[in-house]
T-cell receptor
Framework: GAGVSQTPSNKVTEKGKYVELRCDPI?????LYWYRQSLGQGPEFLIYFQGTGAADDSGLPNDRFFAVRPEGSVSTLKIQRTERGDSAVYLC??????????????FGEGSRLTVL | SQKIEQNSEALNIQEGKTATLTCNYT??????LQWYRQDPGRGPVFLLL?????KEKRKERLKVTFDTTLKQSLFHITASQPADSATYLCALDMSGGSYIPTFGRGTSLIVHP
């Protein structure tokens, strides 16, 4: 597709369950970012991929969060043993090359996660 | 600690006026600054990028200034329209070299007809 695609758009789960969120970036974009956004806040950085490797995962809040990008395109954010505090909109963005210095981020519409 | 500050209160203006939004930052020297627009339930959309060695940038009705001495960026929308109503986010390179955009909380703009 023409833009960044994220699935599912909405996910409701119970505390303690495992969740996967998927991001399909713009074709040819080598850099991919995951952010998390809570109501009334700006996007909070989680992890950045350059190609297949995680170039910076300093934003992941704890070891329940993990992300992969095995072939350098689609990425999956995985959350184990979900907690109510994980409820947020998870945003994925891609850019042509690494780092914002080279240009803008193209965001998907986000995956809204609700943990009951 | 490093901080990006945007006014948390909504900015209400009349159609046709110029809207001015502020982004202040502390304890860092960013290489660039970006502005994004976000509508409710949607992802942010890029508007403008300004680099540390640029003072001002324009695009149609939008103007961004970047004052690295004051550690401030101003975002202007001239001849504002109700369709400009949205949340506007600023983002800076704050991560010490890996150029990952770090976002402020955004300011809501409401343009009244």
């Amino acid at each position: 597709g023409a833009g960044v695609s994220q699935t599912p758009s909405n996910k409701v789960t119970e505390k303690g369950k495992y969740v996967e969120l998927r991001c399909d970036p713009i074709s040819g974009h080598t850099a991919l970012y995951w952010y998390r956004q809570s109501l009334g806040q700006g996007p909070e950085f989680l992890i950045y991929f350059q190609g297949t490797g995680a170039a910076d995962d300093s934003g992941l809040p704890n070891d329940r969060f993990f992300a992969v990008r095995p072939e350098g395109s689609v990425s999956t954010l995985k959350i184990q043993r979900t907690e109510r505090g994980d409820s947020a909109v998870y945003l994925c963005a891609s850019s042509r090359r690494g780092g914002g210095r080279t240009g803008e981020l193209f965001f998907g519409e986000g995956s809204r996660l609700t943990v009951l | 600690s490093q901080k990006i500050e945007q006014n948390s209160e909504a900015l209400n203006i009349q159609e046709g006026k110029t809207a001015t939004l502020t982004c202040n930052y502390t304890n860092y020297s960013p290489a660039y600054l970006q502005w994004y627009r976000q509508d409710p339930g949607r992802g942010p959309v890029f508007l403008l990028l300004i680099r540390e060695n640029e003072k001002e940038k324009r695009k149609e009705r939008l103007k961004v200034t970047f004052d690295t001495t004051l550690k401030q960026s101003l975002f202007h929308i001239t001849a504002s329209q109700p369709a400009d109503s949205a949340t506007y986010l600023c983002a800076l390179d704050m991560s010490g070299g890996s150029y990952i955009p770090t976002f402020g909380r955004g300011t809501s703009l409401i343009v009244h007809p």
